[in-house]
């Protein structure tokens, strides 16, 4: 009966109503929507470890289209949602469109991060890339200042790496006039395609961060959740590295923290960046974030 119902319905020319799930927009295949779930946490995530405030952001690429990658439009990392989610080119850090609603093109997206291109031009420069997070973070912006690498100082750090002279710094005041000219700000803002790649340049292998003097860190990951973890992680160990210096001065003759070694660090890494360790934290961050108010991934099951 409903069968027969339906077809003098549909001969009539009636469109049945189609109700979609709120949570799985029609517009974003269901890769890309598992990939935005752990974006839009990863947001919220780095605002609740303190490692961005109003400012910094994190990008993943697009799993469906290496040649893309999506980022939230300039909004404050904690109030992220799948409605500010935009897709972005990444040969030239054009936003394309809305992640979720694809018919919002041009000029009718918000306005971007300026320094998008930190993301653009990581991803082009290294295609094992999957997440770049930028942030201005207090606790490692001293180091920059300092002219001091950081080393990892525990385990959980290992990503932060042992080079001879600490994690790449990546420096403006340095950099050609043909990269920087007199004419342009002078802000240390990654504004354009040749100061991402100049940037994106400043990576060393055995290090998976650079510090940007005055400017904070750009880190890279190997998933969102690895580039969030990495990220929290390099925090703490530069809050031990600091602290270590300090009471390196106050031992008899003076002493300098060493860090762990090379093969320290990498297998530290290895290890605590496996899919076991970083789960475990990323599930108790996941459970953190969901008790605050603040935070609102509209596109997770039950949240």
Do not use: C
Not at 91 to 120: D, K, M, Q, Y
Request: no cysteine; glycine share 8%.
């Amino acid at each position: 009966m409903f069968t027969s119902t339906l077809f003098v319905l549909l001969s009539l020319g009636f469109q049945p109503l189609v109700v979609v799930n709120s949570q799985t927009p029609p517009s974003a295949s269901p890769n890309v929507t598992t990939a935005a779930i752990d974006l839009l946490d990863a947001n919220h995530i780095l605002h609740f470890l303190d490692v961005v405030d109003a400012f910094g952001h994190i990008s993943v690429r697009n799993p469906d289209n290496a040649s893309q990658f999506i980022m939230s439009f300039a909004i404050a990392p904690a109030l992220a949602t799948s409605g500010s989610l935009v897709t972005y080119d990444i040969n030239n850090a054009t936003a394309l469109h809305l992640t979720f609603n694809t018919s919002v093109t041009g000029s009718a997206i918000p306005s971007s991060f300026l320094e998008r291109f930190i993301h653009s031009e990581i991803y082009k420069a290294f295609p094992d890339v999957i997440s770049v997070v930028h942030a201005h973070t207090t606790e490692v912006l001293p180091f920059g200042a300092a002219g001091v690498g950081l080393k990892a100082q525990m385990g959980t750090a290992g990503s932060v790496g042992a080079l001879k002279d600490g994690s790449p710094i990546f420096d403006t005041n340095t950099l050609p006039k043909s990269v920087l000219p007199d004419d342009q700000p002078q802000d240390l803002l990654i504004r354009n395609e040749v100061l991402g790649d100049a940037l994106a340049k400043s990576f060393e292998n055995g290090s998976q961060l650079v510090l940007m003097k005055g400017h904070g860190m750009a880190i890279r990951g190997a998933s969102t959740r690895d580039a969030v973890y990495r990220s929290f992680y390099a925090k703490q160990s530069a809050i031990v590295q600091a602290q270590a210096v300090l009471l390196g001065g106050l031992a008899h003759g003076g002493k300098q923290p060493t860090g762990l070694t090379a093969r320290q660090a990498m297998d530290a890494a290895v290890t605590n960046e496996g899919e076991s360790l970083l789960g475990r934290a990323w599930n108790l961050w996941v459970a953190q974030v969901g008790t605050e108010a603040l935070y609102k991934n509209d596109l997770a099951p039950g949240r």
